[in-house]
């Protein structure tokens, strides 16, 4: 099975990403969990600071943090209290400004989550436009006439604030949605077009924001529920209108910064100006979750050949669109929002999928402590509003032999540590040389050293898994590398013309073949 991917047809490109993404490898930070110095059980930007160096030695070079914004914190974050102020709890903007001065100091670029679909009630935008007085934010959420009749195809709180009339809201009650107008008005006696003034000055402050922190040297952002922004948008190109508009400003004075978005629409998102897109869909159902999670997934040691097959039928157009347009799909292990993927893959197998992640073309994303196999943690109670996600985002296992693993002094932390953790840390896989830290250490290592291994270099798929192997090849400034993954439990003889093996996970050799033992994975190179 020979398919072709790497050459951009003719006609009209946006303008390609930042060049820093062709090598660019992403460790997602949860801030509240990673590391905490000053004692109060919530980790905190000091903690992340102190955290850079071990953050190099993996071979990550780029940090996307979770929401640091002044917060209610009834959903972790993403209900924004005061988007210019980073949270107290996180050390204030001036713990900001110290780390993104040793991330840049150390090749780090540093990208924050912005949410720009609602705020938290008590922001000071939403507490204006709930004055009955019309002034310059009465506009800035969406409101329609009369507190006692309101559409039912969408959510609404009322009844707490003077202003006669409903709010729309996202989530939770305590998330208001900003107005980015509707794709189709039914109700113009208060909705608007995309192009109205009350979606025209959300999208204004939104771009202020933006160039508030891009400003002080942040690389860029990953964007929350970016596909969502507009109501009543079926087809969505509302919504690229608004981002159209929007990095048609930002890009314009800031072309080096980046910006990922949670869309899962790479067909939409990318031609809207995004950098990169998150392969989310749904995880389970197709995208990158056919091979790591769900029953039998493809790197499992007996897993169903044909969820990559899937997987490939799948992505395979996506990778096309994301080429034509100088632009990048985003893996990730997993995130703040997804069961952790130790659930499905034991440690050889993790391995494996984080090989096929950092040899694909795509800007890899790592959520924190997948390095190590962390644990999601069943059952445990909420907090923060993550409900049954909590247990994807307990604190990070620095070392057990330490009180609350390193992660705090304090007596209590905010989410409870894994019982059962024992093994499991930093300074414990540091010491085991096949450990999943260490194997994922020495991938991306492969991977820095390597042209052909760089996000933006061309791709041929060889074998799509039918046969329970992958096999594809990669190629940049004259260097062909040929990479075989074999999740399952027998050995394999693939035919190969030559070629000098560079790196092997497990047992690999080659000759006039290359032998490719069980759970293994290797990388030949053919020139």
Not at 368 to 385: N, R, T, W
Request: net charge neutral; charged share 25%.
């Amino acid at each position: 099975m020979l398919l072709q991917w790497g050459q951009s047809p003719g006609g009209l490109i946006m303008a390609a990403s930042p060049k820093w993404l062709e090598k660019a490898v992403f460790y997602e930070i949860y801030p509240q969990s990673f590391f905490d110095t000053n004692g109060d059980g919530i980790g905190d930007l000091n903690g992340v600071r102190k955290k850079l160096d071990y953050i190099v030695s993996m071979g990550f070079n780029a940090i996307w943090l979770n929401p640091i914004f002044e917060s209610t914190f009834f959903d972790a974050g993403y209900d924004v209290s005061d988007y210019l102020k980073v949270a107290k709890r996180y050390g204030g903007n001036a713990s900001l400004a110290r780390l993104i001065e040793a991330c840049h100091q150390r090749g780090i670029r540093l990208i924050l989550d912005l949410v720009p679909g609602h705020t938290a009630i008590n922001h000071p935008w939403f507490k204006q436009s709930c004055k009955q007085k019309k002034n310059a934010y009465s506009s800035r959420y969406i409101w329609n006439k009369d507190v006692w009749n309101v559409d039912p195809d969408f959510p609404w709180i009322r009844g707490f604030y003077e202003r006669n009339g409903a709010v729309m809201i996202n989530f939770f009650s305590i998330q208001p949605k900003l107005n980015y107008g509707f794709g189709e008005v039914k109700h113009p006696e208060y909705e608007e077009s995309v192009e109205g003034e009350g979606p025209q000055g959300t999208i204004h402050a939104m771009e202020d924001v933006v160039r508030f922190y891009l400003k002080q040297g942040i690389d860029g952002f990953r964007v929350d529920m970016a596909g969502w922004l507009v109501a009543r948008d079926k087809d969505g190109s509302a919504t690229q209108r608004v981002w159209k508009q929007f990095f048609g400003d930002i890009k314009a004075e800031f072309p080096d910064s980046a910006f990922v978005s949670e869309w899962a629409s790479p067909e939409k998102s990318l031609p809207s100006g995004f950098d990169m897109d998150f392969l989310l869909h749904d995880m389970h159902e197709n995208s990158f979750g056919l091979l790591c999670r769900g029953e039998r997934p493809f790197f499992q040691k007996n897993g169903d050949d044909q969820t990559a097959v899937k997987y490939f039928q799948f992505v395979l157009p996506l990778m096309d669109i994301a080429k034509q347009q100088g632009k990048y799909l985003a893996m990730i292990s997993g995130n703040h929002d997804t069961i952790r993927l130790s659930e499905w893959l034991d440690e050889t197998e993790a391995s494996l999928s984080f090989l096929f992640m950092a040899t694909m073309p795509n800007v890899p994303f790592f959520y924190y402590g997948d390095e190590i196999h962390m644990a999601y943690l069943k059952g445990i109670p909420s907090v923060e509003g993550g409900y049954h996600r909590t247990g994807s985002r307990s604190p990070m296992q620095w070392d057990n032999a330490k009180k609350n693993a390193g992660f705090s002094s304090s007596r209590k932390t905010y989410i409870r540590l894994d019982p059962k953790r024992k093994g499991v840390s930093v300074a414990e896989e540091e010491k085991d040389p096949n450990s999943l830290l260490n194997r994922l250490k020495a991938t991306l290592a492969v991977k820095k050293g390597h042209p052909a291994l760089d996000n933006d270099a061309s791709f041929r798929l060889l074998d799509n898994g039918k046969d329970g192997l992958l096999s594809y090849e990669r190629e940049k400034d004259g260097e062909l590398l040929r990479v075989c993954i074999n999740p399952r439990g027998q050995k394999r003889d693939i035919p190969l013309q030559g070629g000098e093996l560079v790196f092997a996970l497990g047992q690999a050799t080659t000759g006039h073949s290359l032998i490719l033992g069980p759970q293994s994975g290797a990388i030949v190179k053919i020139k």
